[in-house]
């Protein structure tokens, strides 16, 4: 099964409303997650990188005011997508890595499309 | 800055063929993997290699890694429909196991009769 959970897996909004996904490590605890971006026939971009307790970092372009990134507990990453748009629409990916077990975990997307 | 090459990105392939898929990366790293993607859906692991001359194998897929080269194969023997999908590998940025991965753009590879 999933070690790795990410909600919602799909989600379709109203341009300039918020949305939330969740990436949950179930089974080992992350202190950091990833999270990625992916649009329609592209690769994987990372967006940032999310630490427990303290502040996200965020790769070059990221506007860390639009994708607030909280990272509360050792088993929780949430993105929050901020006043939504169109160009908004993407895949979006969280991964973390279990450090006992040496292993890389990926959530399984969340589509995100924004009307 | 961590760069990572695949090709080809696009790929048709008759069932029954062989076929090789390269990356390429620019700076010394300890991990490379290699994932399959099927439209809609997040990434399935495929192989991890963590040191040089590396080989994995599962069914007609094989991996390698030649870390002095800084370069992965993943070979497609006898292709069948079903390995069609998008392959990326992904290389690890850094030596601490808590670093994110770079992508390659990915190979998308359609199997034909």
């Known amino acids: 099964g999933a070690v790795v959970s990410q909600h919602p897996s799909r989600v379709i909004c109203k341009s300039g409303t918020s949305v939330k996904i969740e990436c949950r490590s179930l089974d080992f605890q992350a202190t950091t997650m990833f999270w990625y971006r992916q649009f329609p026939k592209q690769s994987l971009m990372l967006m940032a990188t999310s630490n427990e307790g303290s502040k996200a970092t965020y790769e070059q372009g990221v506007e860390k005011d639009k994708f607030l990134i909280n990272h509360a507990s050792l088993t929780l990453s949430t993105l929050t997508v901020t006043s939504a748009h169109p160009e908004d629409s993407s895949f979006y990916i969280c991964?973390?890595?279990?450090?006992?077990?040496?292993?890389?975990?990926f959530g399984s997307g969340t589509q995100l499309s924004v009307l | 800055e961590l760069k990572v090459e695949q090709n080809p990105l696009f790929l048709s392939m008759q069932e029954g063929k062989n076929y090789t898929i390269y990356c390429n990366y620019s700076?010394?790293?300890?991990?490379l993997y290699w994932y399959r993607q099927d439209p809609g859906k997040s990434l399935e692991s495929l192989f991890v290699l963590l040191s040089n001359g590396a080989v994995k194998q599962e069914g007609r897929l094989m991996a390698s890694l030649d870390t002095k080269a800084r370069l992965s194969t993943l070979h497609i023997t006898a292709a069948v429909h079903d390995l069609s999908a998008t392959y990326f590998c992904a290389v690890d940025i850094g030596p601490s196991g808590n670093t994110p991965l770079v992508f390659g753009k990915g190979t998308r590879l359609s199997v034909i009769a």
């Open positions: 700076t010394t790293s300890d991990r």
């Open positions: 991964s973390a890595r279990d450090r006992v077990r040496e292993k890389l975990f």
